[in-house]
């Protein structure tokens, strides 16, 4: 299973409860910037391992990746901020994984347009 999990944008307690138990409960989380993803896993005490995956990489490591994922392991996919494969890398994962017929859960949460919109 492959979870996207949305982060906070800007408080890093702007995250759900449901995200902190997966992040904690899954042997692996991919991130965008593992150094920023760091401060937010520490902050909640998640001792997680993390992986790196953005931009620059995503094209080298997603078929290994998705082998892992079909081999049975649980991933979760998070971004620097808000919900991963909107503006942020993902989507060659997540359309890898349906390729493949692997479940892909997207975990609502924090996403930069709700917020931009009810203010405006």
Known sequence: ML??????IGNLE????RAIR???EVPVVLAEDT???KRLLDHHGIETRLRAFHA???HAVVERIVDELEAGADMALISDAGTPGISDPGFLLVRACVRRGISVTCLPGA????PAL???
């Open 111 to 114: 996403t930069a347009f709700v």
């Open 56 to 58: 620059h990489n995503e």
């Open 35 to 37: 150094r920023t993803s």
């Open 22 to 24: 997966i992040l904690k």
């Open 14 to 17: 702007d995250i759900t409860l």
């Open 3 to 8: 979870y996207l999990v949305p982060t906070p």
């Open 118 to 120: 009810a203010a405006s």
